[in-house]
T-cell receptor, first 114, second 115 residues
Framework: AQSVSQHNHHVILSEAASLELGCNYSYGGTVNLFWYVQYPGQHLQLLLKYFSGDPLVKGIKGFEAEFIKSKFSFNLRKPSVQWSDTAEYFCAVRHPAAGNKLTFGGGTRVLVKP | DGGITQSPKYLFRKEGQNVTLSCEQNLNHDAMYWYRQDPGQGLRLIYYSQIVNDFQKGDIAEGYSVSREKKESFPLTVTSAQKNPTAFYLC??????????????FGDGTRLSIL
Protein backbone atom coordinates (compact mmCIF):
# COMPACT_ATOMS: atom_id res chain seq x y z
CA ALA A 1 0.00 0.00 0.00
CA GLN A 2 1.07 3.56 -0.63
CA SER A 3 2.36 5.19 2.51
CA VAL A 4 4.03 8.19 4.08
CA SER A 5 6.59 7.61 6.82
CA GLN A 6 7.86 9.97 9.46
CA HIS A 7 10.52 8.06 11.29
CA ASN A 8 10.88 10.34 14.30
CA HIS A 9 7.86 10.25 16.58
CA HIS A 10 9.27 12.58 19.21
CA VAL A 11 12.05 15.12 19.04
CA ILE A 12 13.33 17.17 21.97
CA LEU A 13 15.85 19.93 21.45
CA SER A 14 16.98 23.22 22.90
CA GLU A 15 16.38 26.69 21.52
CA ALA A 16 18.77 27.68 18.74
CA ALA A 17 19.41 24.06 17.81
CA SER A 18 18.86 22.97 14.23
CA LEU A 19 15.89 20.80 13.35
CA GLU A 20 15.46 18.22 10.62
CA LEU A 21 12.39 16.02 10.36
CA GLY A 22 12.37 13.13 7.92
CA CYS A 23 9.54 12.25 5.55
CA ASN A 24 9.57 9.43 3.02
CA TYR A 25 6.79 8.29 0.74
CA SER A 26 6.24 5.27 -1.43
CA TYR A 27 4.34 6.73 -4.38
CA GLY A 28 5.81 6.63 -7.86
CA GLY A 29 5.47 9.35 -10.43
CA THR A 30 4.39 12.91 -9.89
CA VAL A 31 3.42 13.87 -6.35
CA ASN A 32 2.55 17.02 -4.46
CA LEU A 33 4.14 17.28 -1.02
CA PHE A 34 3.13 19.21 2.07
CA TRP A 35 4.18 19.88 5.61
CA TYR A 36 1.48 20.86 8.09
CA VAL A 37 2.00 22.04 11.66
CA GLN A 38 -0.36 21.77 14.61
CA TYR A 39 0.51 24.06 17.52
CA PRO A 40 -0.93 23.13 20.91
CA GLY A 41 -4.64 23.83 20.95
CA GLN A 42 -4.74 25.07 17.37
CA HIS A 43 -5.87 23.67 14.05
CA LEU A 44 -3.56 22.28 11.39
CA GLN A 45 -1.84 24.95 9.33
CA LEU A 46 0.06 24.64 6.11
CA LEU A 47 3.79 25.20 6.62
CA LEU A 48 4.94 24.75 3.04
CA LYS A 49 4.20 22.85 -0.13
CA TYR A 50 5.96 21.49 -3.19
CA PHE A 51 4.21 21.08 -6.52
CA SER A 52 7.00 21.49 -9.08
CA GLY A 53 10.10 23.52 -9.87
CA ASP A 54 12.87 24.29 -7.38
CA PRO A 55 13.13 21.28 -5.06
CA LEU A 56 14.15 23.51 -2.15
CA VAL A 57 10.97 25.04 -0.83
CA LYS A 58 10.79 27.85 1.69
CA GLY A 59 7.79 28.14 3.97
CA ILE A 60 6.59 30.27 6.82
CA LYS A 61 8.45 30.91 10.09
CA GLY A 62 11.88 30.11 8.65
CA PHE A 63 11.11 26.52 7.69
CA GLU A 64 12.29 24.93 4.47
CA ALA A 65 12.03 21.49 2.90
CA GLU A 66 13.96 19.72 0.20
CA PHE A 67 12.36 17.35 -2.29
CA ILE A 68 14.77 14.59 -3.31
CA LYS A 69 13.00 12.55 -5.95
CA SER A 70 15.58 9.77 -6.06
CA LYS A 71 15.17 9.21 -2.32
CA PHE A 72 11.39 9.70 -2.23
CA SER A 73 11.99 12.17 0.56
CA PHE A 74 10.76 15.60 1.60
CA ASN A 75 12.61 16.47 4.79
CA LEU A 76 11.74 19.56 6.80
CA ARG A 77 14.47 21.78 8.22
CA LYS A 78 14.91 24.86 10.34
CA PRO A 79 18.42 26.16 11.14
CA SER A 80 17.59 27.58 14.58
CA VAL A 81 14.43 26.67 16.46
CA GLN A 82 12.53 28.73 18.99
CA TRP A 83 10.39 27.69 21.93
CA SER A 84 7.35 28.68 19.85
CA ASP A 85 8.16 25.91 17.35
CA THR A 86 6.90 23.37 19.87
CA ALA A 87 4.19 21.57 17.90
CA GLU A 88 3.31 18.43 16.02
CA TYR A 89 4.45 18.30 12.42
CA PHE A 90 2.80 16.25 9.69
CA CYS A 91 4.08 15.37 6.27
CA ALA A 92 1.43 14.75 3.60
CA VAL A 93 1.48 13.53 0.03
CA ARG A 94 -1.03 14.01 -2.74
CA HIS A 95 -0.91 11.78 -5.76
CA PRO A 96 -2.71 13.69 -8.53
CA ALA A 97 -3.95 10.48 -10.12
CA ALA A 98 -5.85 9.85 -6.88
CA GLY A 99 -7.68 13.18 -7.03
CA ASN A 100 -7.57 15.48 -4.03
CA LYS A 101 -6.82 12.86 -1.40
CA LEU A 102 -3.97 13.50 1.00
CA THR A 103 -2.08 10.74 2.76
CA PHE A 104 -0.51 11.82 6.02
CA GLY A 105 2.48 10.55 7.91
CA GLY A 106 2.14 9.62 11.57
CA GLY A 107 3.37 12.98 12.79
CA THR A 108 6.39 14.11 14.80
CA ARG A 109 5.99 15.83 18.13
CA VAL A 110 8.67 18.47 18.60
CA LEU A 111 9.41 19.92 22.01
CA VAL A 112 11.74 22.89 22.15
CA LYS A 113 13.15 23.55 25.59
CA PRO A 114 13.69 27.23 26.47
CA ASP B 1 -13.56 35.71 8.09
CA GLY B 2 -13.75 32.66 5.87
CA GLY B 3 -13.08 29.32 7.42
CA ILE B 4 -14.25 25.93 8.56
CA THR B 5 -16.48 25.51 11.59
CA GLN B 6 -16.74 22.19 13.36
CA SER B 7 -19.22 21.60 16.12
CA PRO B 8 -19.39 20.60 18.82
CA LYS B 9 -15.84 20.88 20.14
CA TYR B 10 -16.37 17.99 22.55
CA LEU B 11 -18.90 15.20 22.17
CA PHE B 12 -19.77 12.28 24.39
CA ARG B 13 -21.57 9.18 23.20
CA LYS B 14 -23.05 6.20 24.91
CA GLU B 15 -22.38 2.74 23.58
CA GLY B 16 -24.78 1.87 20.75
CA GLN B 17 -25.66 5.45 19.84
CA ASN B 18 -25.13 7.18 16.55
CA VAL B 19 -23.77 10.71 16.68
CA THR B 20 -23.38 13.35 13.98
CA LEU B 21 -20.48 15.77 13.77
CA SER B 22 -21.06 19.03 11.96
CA CYS B 23 -18.71 20.68 9.47
CA GLU B 24 -19.53 23.93 7.69
CA GLN B 25 -17.29 26.00 5.41
CA ASN B 26 -17.79 29.44 3.91
CA LEU B 27 -14.74 29.30 1.66
CA ASN B 28 -16.76 28.29 -1.41
CA HIS B 29 -14.61 25.16 -1.67
CA ASP B 30 -15.79 22.28 -3.80
CA ALA B 31 -14.08 19.47 -1.93
CA MET B 32 -14.50 18.50 1.71
CA TYR B 33 -12.88 15.78 3.80
CA TRP B 34 -13.17 14.01 7.13
CA TYR B 35 -10.12 12.69 8.95
CA ARG B 36 -9.61 10.85 12.16
CA GLN B 37 -6.53 11.69 14.23
CA ASP B 38 -5.15 9.15 16.68
CA PRO B 39 -1.86 9.50 18.58
CA GLY B 40 1.08 8.21 16.57
CA GLN B 41 -1.04 7.45 13.50
CA GLY B 42 -1.36 10.87 11.97
CA LEU B 43 -4.54 11.68 10.09
CA ARG B 44 -6.47 8.95 8.33
CA LEU B 45 -9.07 9.76 5.70
CA ILE B 46 -12.60 8.59 6.48
CA TYR B 47 -14.67 10.05 3.63
CA TYR B 48 -14.29 12.82 1.11
CA SER B 49 -16.51 14.67 -1.30
CA GLN B 50 -15.30 16.47 -4.41
CA ILE B 51 -18.67 17.88 -5.39
CA VAL B 52 -22.19 18.25 -4.02
CA ASN B 53 -24.24 15.05 -3.90
CA ASP B 54 -21.16 12.89 -4.38
CA PHE B 55 -18.72 11.36 -1.92
CA GLN B 56 -16.19 8.54 -1.76
CA LYS B 57 -14.88 6.28 0.95
CA GLY B 58 -11.45 7.00 2.32
CA ASP B 59 -9.13 4.54 3.98
CA ILE B 60 -11.19 3.86 7.13
CA ALA B 61 -14.85 4.37 6.15
CA GLU B 62 -16.32 1.40 8.02
CA GLY B 63 -18.72 2.48 10.75
CA TYR B 64 -19.10 6.00 9.36
CA SER B 65 -21.51 7.69 6.98
CA VAL B 66 -21.67 11.13 5.35
CA SER B 67 -23.91 13.27 3.20
CA ARG B 68 -23.21 16.25 0.95
CA GLU B 69 -26.51 17.91 0.18
CA LYS B 70 -25.06 21.42 0.24
CA LYS B 71 -21.72 22.74 -0.90
CA GLU B 72 -20.94 24.29 2.45
CA SER B 73 -21.88 21.35 4.66
CA PHE B 74 -20.42 17.85 5.08
CA PRO B 75 -21.75 16.16 8.26
CA LEU B 76 -20.19 12.94 9.51
CA THR B 77 -22.22 10.31 11.37
CA VAL B 78 -20.36 7.93 13.63
CA THR B 79 -22.56 4.86 13.81
CA SER B 80 -22.76 2.19 16.47
CA ALA B 81 -20.94 -0.09 14.05
CA GLN B 82 -17.73 1.86 14.59
CA LYS B 83 -15.92 -0.27 17.16
CA ASN B 84 -13.42 2.30 18.37
CA PRO B 85 -14.94 5.74 17.86
CA THR B 86 -13.01 7.63 20.54
CA ALA B 87 -10.77 9.98 18.57
CA PHE B 88 -10.20 13.51 17.38
CA TYR B 89 -12.10 14.22 14.15
CA LEU B 90 -10.93 16.85 11.69
CA CYS B 91 -12.82 18.32 8.77
CA UNK B 92 -11.04 19.97 5.86
CA UNK B 93 -11.87 21.59 2.56
CA UNK B 94 -10.04 22.53 -0.62
CA UNK B 95 -10.63 23.85 -4.08
CA UNK B 96 -9.40 22.88 -7.49
CA UNK B 97 -8.09 19.69 -8.98
CA UNK B 98 -5.11 18.60 -11.00
CA UNK B 99 -2.72 21.44 -11.64
CA UNK B 100 -4.91 23.99 -9.88
CA UNK B 101 -5.22 21.97 -6.70
CA UNK B 102 -4.91 24.07 -3.58
CA UNK B 103 -3.92 22.76 -0.15
CA UNK B 104 -6.55 21.75 2.33
CA UNK B 105 -7.79 24.05 5.08
CA PHE B 106 -8.67 22.45 8.41
CA GLY B 107 -11.24 23.06 11.10
CA ASP B 108 -10.51 23.05 14.84
CA GLY B 109 -11.76 19.49 15.28
CA THR B 110 -14.25 17.60 17.42
CA ARG B 111 -13.11 15.30 20.19
CA LEU B 112 -15.45 12.33 20.55
CA SER B 113 -15.42 10.20 23.68
CA ILE B 114 -17.40 7.11 24.62
CA LEU B 115 -19.07 7.04 28.01
Amino acid sequence: AQSVSQHNHHVILSEAASLELGCNYSYGGTVNLFWYVQYPGQHLQLLLKYFSGDPLVKGIKGFEAEFIKSKFSFNLRKPSVQWSDTAEYFCAVRHPAAGNKLTFGGGTRVLVKP
Amino acid sequence: DGGITQSPKYLFRKEGQNVTLSCEQNLNHDAMYWYRQDPGQGLRLIYYSQIVNDFQKGDIAEGYSVSREKKESFPLTVTSAQKNPTAFYLCASSTGQGTVYQPQHFGDGTRLSIL
